[in-house]
């Protein structure tokens, strides 16, 4: 998914890449709502409730529009290693609103992911050209996304 997405936003504007990824999602959302297999619909919406899920598909819908838009900005290894940090946002938003902490080694890796984040983008920043503005935009995208998974995640 990751390398079509490259590919592709290259001639592609993202938000037509993402439109198409949400055309799909509609369509089987639809055949699930119209066949309703073994009465789906109404354990997805009764265990989570509709304001839940309307917060997690906009956590998702964030997540997947900046993270496209990264992908098509920077290479794909730092954008991956900076949004893989969500680890420690779906920690912090399972506290805030499950009330799940984390034990104290579990705090341990997270502070260990958090530290590490320097290391994807640190040594990019400091070979690239400079004025090169779509790095910086990249990495903040990369970080945003890692905050939308992480949120959709952590609100369960």
Request: glycine share 10%; net charge positive; aromatic share 12%.
């Given at each position: 998914?990751?390398?079509?997405?490259k590919?592709?936003?290259?001639?592609?504007?993202?938000?037509?890449?993402?439109?198409?990824?949400?055309?799909?999602?509609?369509?089987?959302?639809v055949?699930?709502?119209v066949?309703?297999?073994s009465?789906?619909r109404?354990?997805?919406?009764?265990?989570?409730g509709?304001?839940?899920l309307?917060?997690?598909g906009?956590?998702?819908t964030?997540?997947?529009?900046?993270i496209?838009?990264?992908?098509?900005?920077?290479?794909?290894v730092?954008?991956?290693?900076?949004y893989?940090?969500?680890?420690?946002?779906?920690?912090?938003?399972?506290a805030l609103?499950?009330?799940?902490?984390?034990?104290?080694?579990?705090?341990?890796?997270?502070?260990?992911?958090?530290?590490?984040l320097?290391?994807?983008?640190?040594?990019?920043?400091?070979?690239?050209?400079?004025?090169?503005?779509?790095?910086?935009?990249?990495?903040?995208?990369?970080?945003?996304?890692?905050v939308?998974?992480?949120?959709?995640?952590?609100?369960?």
């Amino acid at each position: 998914m990751v390398v079509l997405v490259k590919i592709l936003s290259t001639t592609v504007p993202v938000i037509q890449i993402l439109f198409m990824r949400y055309s799909t999602m509609l369509l089987l959302g639809v055949i699930i709502g119209v066949l309703d297999v073994s009465g789906l619909r109404k354990q997805l919406v009764n265990a989570a409730g509709m304001g839940k899920l309307f917060v997690r598909g906009m956590a998702y819908t964030i997540f997947l529009f900046t993270i496209f838009r990264a992908y098509s900005l920077m290479p794909i290894v730092i954008v991956t290693g900076i949004y893989s940090t969500y680890p420690v946002f779906t920690a912090i938003f399972g506290a805030l609103f499950l009330g799940e902490y984390p034990t104290r080694f579990e705090i341990a890796c997270l502070c260990l992911i958090a530290f590490a984040l320097p290391l994807f983008f640190v040594p990019h920043i400091l070979l690239t050209p400079f004025g090169s503005d779509s790095h910086a935009v990249g990495i903040v995208l990369s970080l945003v996304a890692g905050v939308a998974f992480g949120g959709q995640m952590g609100t369960v």
